[in-house]
């Protein structure tokens, strides 16, 4: 114990969320959104964040991904960092992208400097008929 605080290791896992979350804001425009990312990085704590993320694909390589449907000014451009999870978040958009289509995926994770997204969770392929409803993320709740 340091200064009456108990310190516990946690192993991070693709798992059951711990915590609660709460819907945030949309995803347009993208320099609001991109202004309170920003501010979720000075968060006490560094509050997690849920977001929905496209992979855009070169055959079955990830060319790149960003936070937004439509490419265009609207969307975020990001790089994620996935080192956290048992599978690599390649090897998923691979599978979601079979079919020609651009995969998105719900992701969990912190906002760090810079357009990085470091996911801890892995919570689903976002199928292509619910895509155009992902138009919002989501927060941790305070306790």
Not at 27 to 44: C, F, G, H, Q, Y
Not at 96 to 112: H, I, V
Request: proline share 7%; net charge neutral.
């Amino acid at each position: 114990m340091i200064s009456g605080v108990k310190l516990v290791s946690v192993k991070i896992q693709d798992g059951p969320p711990s915590t609660e979350f709460t819907r945030g804001p949309a995803l347009v425009p993208a320099d609001e959104l991109r202004a309170w990312l920003e501010a979720t990085r000075s968060d006490i704590g560094q509050r997690k964040i849920r977001l929905p993320v496209w992979f855009e694909m070169a055959g079955m390589t990830v060319k790149s991904t960003r936070i937004g449907a439509a490419d265009g000014p609207d969307v975020i451009r990001v790089k994620l960092r996935d080192s956290a999870l048992g599978v690599p978040l390649g090897d998923r958009a691979r599978r979601a992208a079979r079919d020609g289509s651009t995969p998105a995926m719900w992701l969990e994770g912190t906002w760090e400097a810079d357009g990085k997204f470091s996911v801890t969770r892995f919570i689903d392929v976002i199928p292509a008929d619910q895509a155009a409803a992902a138009t919002y993320v989501e927060i941790e709740a305070r306790p």
